[in-house]
């Protein structure tokens, strides 16, 4: 079996060092790992397989003189602006979790378990989108019950943890924790959020546009269709919590057709990387503790709406740094890889 020259760019951030553990848990064919950051990281070490990695510099020539052929970049969108097409031009095929490229026209979005074909059109620019991580089990649990009964519209509410924030945002929420516990929570000064997010829900993740929707919103309503291929009305209200790990998504699917929760929950119950966790008179239903550190997306609370049959509400979780990140990223290696035999 062929093995691949893999470098990570923004290997020592969140959904970098997410890449390299399941890297090492999927096995991927590797003949060289070549971790990669800015030049205030280089010289640190990255562990793999028992072994260290030490950092090296991203520069433009990097990917040519290591003979890269599949990078990973989760360093931000500025980063891959800057470095994505020296990595495409050295023939790498470039897996990008920022939001730089998702919607440019000839660059596949992709989720694998809704829409691996579009993967074969990476030769265009060397690039493959990863989706925004709110999208991306969205469309896990949507993409199935579209097929089967077709969808009309979506309303979708996130609840998301500070993790989709990075480290940054993980380590102000657990510094205001500590800064309650110590009663002295009134002297934190918000950086990572617009307001402190310990004890508090914030209806605003990124900025807000000229239709008073959020971009992160946008996001989600622009990326849901390009990903299905579809054309249906998607609306969202993206709000940060005070969870370190794992988004959760209150969804609410019109149908064009009246729709069972039987029927919904054998179409789930056997759909790629998803979990069916609905009962709710045991109280089981997903929640992010049950997500976190997990490569599946769950789903639960399952109902028809009391006045519209062919409305259903449902909940969500999934980890954002693995499924809403670094696990679709290996994935769509994984299939790449697959297309290339």
């Given at each position: 079996?062929?093995?691949?020259n893999?470098?990570?760019?923004?290997?020592?951030?969140?959904?970098?060092?997410?890449?390299?553990?399941?890297l090492?848990?999927?096995n991927?064919?590797?003949?060289?790992l070549?971790?990669?950051?800015?030049?205030?990281?280089?010289?640190r070490?990255?562990?793999?397989?028992?072994?260290k990695?030490?950092?090296?510099?991203?520069?433009?020539?990097?990917?040519d003189?290591?003979?890269?052929?599949?990078?990973?970049?989760?360093?931000?969108?500025?980063?891959?602006?800057?470095?994505?097409?020296?990595?495409?031009?050295?023939?790498?095929?470039?897996?990008?979790?920022?939001?730089?490229?998702?919607?440019?026209?000839?660059?596949?979005?992709?989720?694998?378990?809704?829409?691996?074909?579009d993967i074969?059109?990476?030769?265009?620019?060397?690039?493959?989108?990863?989706?925004?991580?709110?999208?991306?089990?969205?469309?896990?649990?949507?993409?199935?019950?579209?097929?089967?009964?077709?969808?009309?519209?979506?309303?979708?509410?996130?609840?998301?943890?500070?993790?989709?924030?990075?480290?940054?945002?993980?380590?102000?929420?657990?510094?205001?924790?500590?800064?309650?516990?110590?009663?002295?929570?009134?002297?934190?000064?918000?950086?990572?959020f617009?307001?402190?997010?310990a004890?508090?829900?914030?209806?605003?993740?990124d900025?807000?546009?000229?239709?008073d929707?959020?971009?992160?919103?946008?996001?989600?309503?622009?990326?849901?269709n390009?990903i299905?291929?579809?054309?249906?009305?998607?609306?969202?209200?993206?709000?940060?919590?005070?969870?370190l790990?794992?988004?959760?998504?209150?969804?609410?699917?019109?149908?064009?057709?009246?729709?069972?929760?039987?029927?919904?929950?054998?179409v789930?119950?056997?759909?790629?990387?998803?979990?069916?966790?609905?009962?709710?008179?045991?109280?089981?239903?997903?929640?992010p503790?049950i997500?976190?550190?997990t490569?599946?997306?769950?789903?639960?609370?399952?109902?028809?709406?009391?006045?519209?049959?062919?409305?259903?509400?449902?909940?969500?979780?999934?980890?954002?740094?693995?499924?809403?990140?670094?696990?679709?990223?290996?994935?769509?290696?994984?299939?790449?890889?697959?297309?290339q035999?």
């Open positions: 079996m062929k093995k691949y893999i470098a990570v760019v923004g290997a020592t951030g969140a959904v970098g060092e997410e890449i390299f553990r399941i090492e848990e999927r991927l064919p590797l003949n060289k070549v971790p990669l950051a800015s030049a205030r990281s280089v010289g070490e990255i562990e793999f397989k028992g072994e990695y030490k950092v090296k510099e991203l520069t433009h020539s990097v990917f003189e290591e003979n890269i052929e599949i990078a990973f970049f989760s360093a931000g969108g500025s980063v891959s602006a800057e470095f994505a097409s020296s990595a495409a031009k050295a023939r790498a095929v470039v897996i990008d979790n920022t939001s730089h490229f998702r919607m440019q026209k000839d660059v596949p979005l992709v989720v694998p378990e809704v829409n691996p074909n074969l059109l990476w030769e265009k620019t060397g690039i493959i989108a990863n989706p925004n991580c709110s999208t991306i089990q969205m469309v896990q649990v949507l993409a199935p019950l579209h097929e089967k009964f077709g969808i009309e519209r979506v309303d979708v509410s996130t609840y998301q943890a500070v993790s989709g924030a990075g480290k940054k945002g993980m380590e102000e929420l657990v510094m205001q924790m500590q800064k309650f516990f110590d009663f002295s929570l009134d002297s934190c000064e918000p950086k990572a617009p307001h402190r997010i004890l508090n829900l914030i209806p605003q993740i900025v807000f546009m000229d239709n929707y959020t971009k992160e919103e946008m996001k989600m309503v622009n990326e849901t390009k299905m291929h579809s054309d249906f009305a998607v609306s969202a209200t993206c709000v940060r919590v005070p969870v790990r794992s988004h959760s998504e209150a969804i609410t699917i019109k149908f064009k057709q009246e729709v069972s929760k039987e029927d919904a929950q054998e789930l119950r056997n759909s790629e990387s998803v979990v069916l966790l609905d009962d709710p008179q045991a109280k089981e239903y997903p929640m503790m997500a976190t550190d490569d599946e997306t769950y789903v639960g609370r399952i109902r028809v709406d009391n006045y519209d049959k062919s409305i259903l509400h449902l909940w969500c979780v999934a980890d954002q740094i693995r499924v809403g990140a670094a696990t679709n990223a290996v994935r769509i290696a994984e299939k790449w890889i697959g297309m035999v």
